[in-house]
């Protein structure tokens, strides 16, 4: 990223918990500026599991929600601000800057899986509501992004709650605003956010019909003025009256400056970015104007790289500097109500033209070349089918556990949240009708978990692309498929041939798919995962990984009551008892498990469920005897003979732990390989070096063996130093390695392709800073900096693309709530008053390593 004119940042505010400090109130007058990112990802969770598997599309990463929070989500809490030479001058919170959402189903993501992430993006929102008069940053955002004209009421209703529930349970206050999926919109819609409490929402300007003056007494009947091309002043609010005289608030972004956001270079320079921004500055000479934009929040950084550095710069240097303000819609709106009133167009949506055809028809929108799009009609109907046939099963079913169903249903939000048995039964106690028994409870909470699923399957995203059958769509079947298995299970109705039947009428781009219920076929019933799956993954992975008595896999939780390992030969032989309890529905099964292992890939499980302790000992006693007869035909026979022919085998783990064993299993294979090129490299260690000398192609079979030869060294060592990360001498060795290795890989022009050695040497490096800044003898700085400093230089002598952000992080933050206080009182000659456990001739010691980390040190250096 570059910037123009780049102007220094004097003093940067210091960065706590991932927060700029707040600056003073400032009111919303004259230009204020406000940049909204609806920041959010479809839920991929497998529903069954109620976790992403890895996504190999998001390689090196292991789904696209990790991916994305790498390239955009984490960026913004850390965005950095640089200099000419690349150095960190200062690190803003973009958050607490824009305007946001994020997606209830990414923000439980980030507060699972990044919890660094999450807290900066809470602290932001506190921080920006201290400097904004109670204002913050943040609104909400209907739960799972259904398109609200197409939902029914209830439906309508529910989305808001959970919506406004999850907003609470995140930023501990009311939102002000709401987002609608698609910025999709329609009166019913309308009233329910009124009805919810709603004050404000975002439109794109497209779905404006006519504006005029609100009446007054001066002017009691003003002039209304149609809307054509989106050309309504987005600079003021408006308000949007229904017919019985309630309303809601409105903001239009500015759409040219929106669009140059998502599709042009504008945000390749923050100083080109303010200055289009100044464009639609009004010379009218009001007392107060709005500049609005908004755009995905993903553009920041991951559909444009880098660009979160242009944000921050501009939030924090050049919006500043023209003498605006930056604000958010809930702070503009309360000093300056609407003056003006809007009329909507009857249904839309900022991505369709087409009203919001674009979830329900062939229209054209979002489509690709020759493809169509005329399965997304029979789709919604057929969505539309089924949750009108599991409303019936709900409601039917429902009032024999429910005072009010849909009460429940509404608050539902609480356990989805929190899945502790005790918040399950807190909350089934609230809503019973009458006490429950264990197996009424888990039917009841069933009952939820096929409404919540009927919910996620019009996730917008599955009608958003030109083809049924890309993972947006088979994800939204999925939830459809859970809810229909778990139909069956309460009342015993057989909606699935039905569903099927309806989803032929949808047809497939793709040949091989033909239509609907072939993508549902091959797609999502083979996605299913059963109570024996579960077993069976436990049972094989229990080979490799330690399991607890008690532990979890996915959303099961897991009570070992036994388990027996036996080895003869090449075999290995695994009996166990094992008990599942669902963490969503409160199910369990119970099972007496086998699991042979002949070798490499094959596995060969069976289970049943637990019939008693003297089964259970009988099972074992028969097949640990056919074990020590090490005869695979008898031990495959008596198998079969206890168990049936039910098999699993390595193929039937889930995806995740099936990349974990299979990698284990080649680790003998490639240590091999390592050995095998290792050797090649030296015995031909002469001739490739003459190669080199006289500058003659190399041949690619040498080049390979001392490219795989130096990167397994690389890797060995760089081991061996995290494993001894308290031992001076034995550091020092392994760095003298590493650098005799980044010669020779250098001197032999070799590429070494280690990620895994970067990532170890960043852990190295963060954990020996850490160490110094917090609990290092200050006797010591001075040999613990070189160390760190050294480590650098090594990771960039053997070219590994080191990243220090983390640590550029760690770093900034001390520096600004230890060194930087005391160096500006040591300006004052009085650093007495700033506690210290470093002498004053030690403080440029930690100066010159925040420089070795990237961190621009050189004014207080100089």
Request: one cysteine or more; charged letters at 25%; aromatic letters at 10%.
């Given at each position: 990223m ?17 927060s ?51 390239e ?39 507060e ?43 439906d ?30 329609d ?45 309504i ?19 239009f ?46 553009t ?81 109907e ?34 989805i ?32 978990e096929?409404q ?36 069956g ?9 039905e ?62 009551f ?21 963490e ?31 089964a ?15 005869s ?36 003998n ?72 290795i980044?010669?020779e ?7 070494l ?19 110094l ?90």
């Open positions: 570059t910037y123009t004119s780049l102007r220094p940042v004097a003093n940067p505010s210091p960065v706590v918990g991932g700029q400090e707040s600056q003073p109130s400032q009111p919303a007058t004259g230009v204020c500026v406000t940049i909204h990112g609806h920041f959010y990802q479809p839920p991929r969770e497998n529903p069954y599991l109620d976790a992403i598997e890895r996504q190999s599309s998001a390689y090196p990463f292991h789904d696209w929600n990790e991916r994305i929070d790498r955009c989500y984490r960026p913004n809490v850390f965005a950095r601000i640089l200099n000419d030479r690349g150095e960190v001058v200062g690190i803003v919170n973009n958050f607490e800057y824009m305007s946001f959402n994020i997606g209830p189903t990414l923000m439980s993501w980030l699972r899986y990044d919890r660094e992430t999450y807290d900066g993006v809470v602290e932001a929102d506190r921080k920006s509501a201290e400097r904004l008069n109670g204002h913050g940053n943040a609104i909400a955002q209907v739960y799972n992004h259904i398109i609200m004209p197409l939902a029914n009421k209830r309508k209703y529910t989305q808001i709650r959970w919506g406004k529930a999850d907003f609470r349970s995140h930023f501990g206050r009311d939102p002000e605003g709401m987002w609608l999926a698609e910025a999709a919109v009166a019913a819609t309308i009233a329910a956010l009124i009805d919810e409490g709603i004050k404000f929402i975002i439109l794109a300007p497209s779905q404006a019909a006519r504006y005029r003056a609100i009446p007054s007494e001066g002017n009691s009947d003003p002039q209304w003025h149609e809307v054509g091309g989106g050309q002043d987005p600079t003021r609010p408006y308000r949007c009256f229904l017919n019985d005289n309630r309303f809601i608030d409105i903001f972004y500015d759409g040219p400056i929106s669009r140059d956001m998502g599709f042009n270079d504008v945000l390749n320079s923050s100083e080109i970015f303010v200055g289009r921004l100044g464009l639609a500055v009004r010379g009218d000479r009001r007392a107060a104007q709005l500049i609005s934009v908004a755009t995905d929040g993903e920041f950084g991951h559909h444009k790289r880098g660009t979160e550095k242009s944000l921050a710069y501009a939030f924090t240097q050049e919006i500043p500097h023209r003498g605006w303000t930056v604000t958010n819609y809930a702070h503009y709106l309360s000093s300056n109500p609407p003056t003006w009133e809007v009329e909507l167009k009857p249904v839309t949506a900022w991505s369709c033209s087409h009203g919001v055809d674009r979830w329900q028809d062939d229209c054209g929108c979002g489509g690709g070349g020759a493809w169509h799009q005329k399965w997304r009609k029979p789709l919604r057929s969505l539309n089918w089924l949750r009108d046939r599991v409303v019936e099963v709900y409601e039917s079913s429902g009032r024999h556990y429910f005072s009010d169903p849909w009460r429940a249903r509404d608050e539902y939000i609480q356990v949240r929190d899945r502790r048995p005790e918040t399950q039964i807190n909350f089934l106690y609230r809503h019973q009708c009458r006490p429950l028994s264990q197996t009424e409870q888990i039917d009841a909470l069933r009952l939820l096929m919540r699923n009927a919910l996620f399957m019009f996730t917008s995203c599955g009608w958003f692309f030109e083809e049924l059958s890309r993972p947006e769509g088979v994800q939204i079947l999925r939830y459809a498929a859970r809810a229909i298995e778990l139909a299970d309460i009342a015993g109705v057989q909606l699935e041939p569903f099927r039947r309806r989803l032929q009428a949808a047809p497939s781009n793709i040949e091989g798919f033909g239509n609907g219920a072939i993508v549902y076929d091959r797609l999502v019933t083979t996605a299913r995962v059963s109570f024996e799956q579960v077993a069976a993954h436990y049972a094989i992975s229990a080979l490799f990984e330690s399991y607890q008595s008690k532990d979890r896999v996915y959303c099961y939780q897991t009570e070992q036994d388990y027996q390992k036996q080895q003869m030969g090449p075999m290995t032989l695994a009996v166990g008892h094992l008990r599942l309890i669902s969503i529905t409160r199910e369990s099964a119970e099972f007496a498990f086998a699991v042979l292992h002949l070798g490499g890939w094959d596995f060969h499980c069976c289970l049943q469920p637990f019939g008693g302790r003297l259970y000992n009988q099972i074992k006693d028969k097949l640990f005897e056919a074990l020590d007869r090490a695979v035909t008898r031990m495959m026979v008596a198998m079969t003979q206890t168990f049936g022919d039910l098999a699993f085998n390595l193929d039937d783990l889930f995806a995740e732990e099936r990349y974990r064993i299979i990698q284990q299993l080649t680790e294979t490639r240590a091999k390989l390592d050995r095998l090129y290792t050797q090649i490299y030296r015995d031909n260690y002469g001739v490739l070096r003459a190669f080199h000398r006289d500058e003659l192609p190399v041949p690619p079979e040498l080049q390979v063996a001392a490219n795989l030869a130096l990167s397994d060294r690389c890797l060995t060592m760089v081991r061996l130093l995290a494993a001894s990360s308290d031992d001076p001498q034995q550091i020092e060795q392994y760095f003298g390695e590493l650098e005799a980044a010669v890989a250098n001197t032999m022009r070799c590429q392709e280690i990620p895994e050695a970067r990532v170890m040497l960043e852990q190295f490096i963060a954990a020996a800073l850490k160490n800044l917090d609990r290092s003898d200050p006797a010591e700085l001075e040999s613990e900096s070189e160390r760190i400093a050294r480590a650098i230089a090594i990771g960039n002598s053997l070219h590994l693309g080191l990243l220090l952000e983390r640590v550029q992080e760690l770093y900034y933050r001390f520096f600004h709530s230890h060194i930087l206080p005391y160096c500006l009182e040591s300006e004052t000659h009085s650093p007495a008053s700033i506690p210290c456990r470093w002498k004053s001739e030690q403080v440029p010691i930690l100066l010159s390593l925040g420089q070795s980390l990237g961190v621009d040190m050189s004014s207080w250096l100089n």
